[in-house]
């Protein structure tokens, strides 16, 4: 069984920082392709930033202001948020296609919700 978990979400105050991980475990045998989502309240879910298994990243450009995504050799990817705004007041999800015992396919987080207020 294959789980992506993220962590790290919370509240912070305008101007701050936090630093989101998301961890894949379970019988995996290659991680290609990890990524960022963002969904606020009553929006659709974007995708932020995108890094594949050799290190490249791509960013949406409205969004890199706000992401620096990288990743370990630990089958997890991380998002570092800094001046983060009200605005940015969403939940953040991870995917990542995943080769495992049953196949290759994307696989999801539940997300977590970061809340930015005074």
């Known amino acids: 069984q294959v789980q992506l978990v993220e962590s790290g979400g919370g509240l912070v105050q305008p101007g701050g920082s936090l630093r989101l991980s998301c961890a894949a475990s379970?019988?995996?045998?290659?991680?290609?392709?990890m990524n960022w989502y963002g969904q606020a309240r009553g929006k659709q879910r974007v995708l932020g930033a995108r890094?594949?298994?050799?290190?490249?990243t791509n960013y949406v450009d409205s969004l890199k202001r706000l992401f620096s995504i990288s990743r370990d050799n630990a089958n997890t990817a991380y998002l570092q948020m800094n001046s983060l705004e009200p605005e940015d007041t969403a939940v953040y999800s991870c995917?990542?296609?995943?080769?495992?015992?049953?196949?290759?396919?994307?696989?999801w987080g539940q997300g977590t919700q970061v809340t930015v207020s005074p």
């Open positions: 890094i594949t298994a050799d290190g490249r």
């Open positions: 995917s990542a296609l995943i080769l495992s015992v049953g196949g290759a396919r994307e696989y």
């Open positions: 379970g019988s995996i045998f290659d991680i290609s392709t």
